[in-house]
C-alpha cells in the first residue's frame, strides 16, 4: 500500500522528451492530470508539481530533476508520484541518483500508474525496468539516424521544411504565398547590386514576414543564399541527396549566386539608390524600368529593351512626373467614406446577433465537458476499486477521451469564431478601406523613396506605357479592393468585406 498519511509529502514529477513530442503516450497535461487523480483516490498530498519538456537521456540536463533531487536530500519531499518509472530517467547516472535515495530510506516511496518501488523492494527490478529504459534511448538513437538517412536516399527531407516550403501530408511542398519571395532574394543577389542587407529591407517592405511578423534579417537572407535544398539538392551531415521536392529556383541560378558571394562574379553594385527602381515594368515588353540621373540631377526612368525590340526604351520619364502619374494608382482604392460607414455599423448588428447564440453554445460545450471528466474520475475510481477489469476501464477510457477531445474541438472552433468577431478585427477592416485614401493625400508630399515604400505596401508592380499607368498587380488585400467598380455601392463594399477579413486573420 503507497504511504498516505497526511504527514508523507508527494512531489508529482511529469516529464516529455522535445526530442520526441510527436509520439508521446501522454502529454505532460495529460499525465499531471491522470496522476492527480490517482493520488486524489489514494489519499496522498502533492506538495510540489514539476513539469518539464526535456530529454533524459542524459544526465544534468534537467533542471526540474535536479531541485526535485535536492528537495528529497533535504527532507522536504518524501515521495515521487509519475506516470511510469521511465519519466524520471532513461540514463544510468540518474538511475542510480533514484536507486540510491530509495535505498538510503531518503526517498520512501515512488508511485506509478500501475506499482510502487519501496526502499525495501529487491534492486534487481529496479535496475532491469532502469536499464530497459537506457537501452529503448541507444536503440531510439540508431532508429532515428538509419530511418533519417533511408528518407534522404528516397529523396525526401526529414525535417522541418525551410522558409518557401510546408510540411505537407509527409511531403515537402512549396509555400505559395513565401516562395516568390525566395525566388526574388536569388534573383536580386545574382545581379550583384543588391546586398544581403538591402534585399532584407526590400522584401520586408513588399510583404515578407515571419509567422509572428517580424523581419528576416540578414543572417536570415545569407543562410538561405547559401542553401542548395531551393535547387533539389539536400545537405545533410556533410553528404548531399537529390531531393523529389520541387525547385524554388534553378540550378544555374544557385551557381550564379555563389559565384557573387564567393567574388568571382566581379560585378559592379548600384551606387544610387534610385527609389522606383523594381516596381516597374514596360507594358509593351514585360522588362523592367530602368534608371539614369542626367545633367542638373534629374532622374530619368526608361525601359531596359532586354528583349531588344522595345520602342518604348526611349521614352524616358521624369521622376517628378512619374510620381504624379503614381498617385492616380489610389484612385482604384478610394472609397467613398459614408458607404464605408455603413458597411461597418452593418456588420456591428451583425455580431451583436450572433454573440448570444455563441456564448450558449460555449457553455453547453463547457458543461459536456465537466460531465466528461466527472465520468473519467468515476471510472478511474472504479478500476482503482477493482470493480471493472483492466479491459473494461481501458475500452471505456478510451470512449471517453475521445469524446473529451471531440468536444474541446467544437470548442476551440466556436472561441475562434467568436474572436473573429472582435471589435479590432472590424476596426482594421475599416482602416483598410480607408487607407488608401489618406496615402493618396500624402503621397505628393513626401520624397520619392517615402513614396516607394508607401506603394510596395500596395503594390507587386505597375506597367508603364507612353509614360502613362497602363496595369497594376496589387498586393491582397487591395486586389479585392480594386476589383469593385463602384466604389459607392453598399452591396459590392459588403460583399468584399468577409475576404478582406479572412486575409487579416491569416496575416495580422
Known sequence: MAINDSKTKYALYCRKSTEDSSRQVLSLDSQEQEMSRLAKTMGLVIVKVFRESKSAKKPDNRPQFSELVKLIKKGQIDGIICWKIDRISRNPIDSAIIQWLLQQNQLKIIQTMDRQYLPSDNALLYNVESGMANQYIIDLSKNVKRGIRAKLERGQWP??????????????????????????????????QYSVKAISDQLYTEGLRSRSGRKYYKSKVHKILNDPFYCGIMEHDGQKYLGKHEQIISKKLFDNVQEVITGKAHTKRQVIPFAFRGILRCANCGCQLTATQKKGKH???????????????????????????????????????????????????????????????????KNRLKVVSERQDALLDAYLDKTISLVHYEAKKTLLDNESVELETDLNELNTKNNCQDQNTLERIRDVFLEPKNMREKFLSLKPPAQRDMLTTLLWNAEIENKKIANISFKQPYDELSKIENKSDFLQVRGVRDAIRTFLSKNI
Open 159 to 192: 525535417h522541418l521544411a525551410p522558409l518557401g516550403y510546408l510540411n505537407k501530408d509527409s511531403k515537402v511542398v512549396v509555400d505559395l504565398e513565401r516562395g516568390k519571395y525566395i525566388r526574388k532574394m536569388f534573383e536580386l543577389y545574382s545581379t550583384g
Open 299 to 365: 532622374t530619368y526612368y526608361y525601359c531596359t529593351n532586354g528583349k531588344g525590340n522595345c520602342a518604348e526604351h526611349k521614352a524616358y520619364i521624369n521622376e517628378t512626373d512619374l510620381s504624379k502619374e503614381l498617385q492616380g494608382i489610389f484612385d482604384n482604392l478610394t472609397f467613398d467614406d459614408k458607404c464605408i460607414e455603413l458597411v461597418y455599423r452593418a456588420k456591428l448588428e451583425e455580431k451583436d446577433q450572433t454573440n448570444l447564440y455563441l456564448k450558449e453554445s460555449i457553455n453547453n460545450l
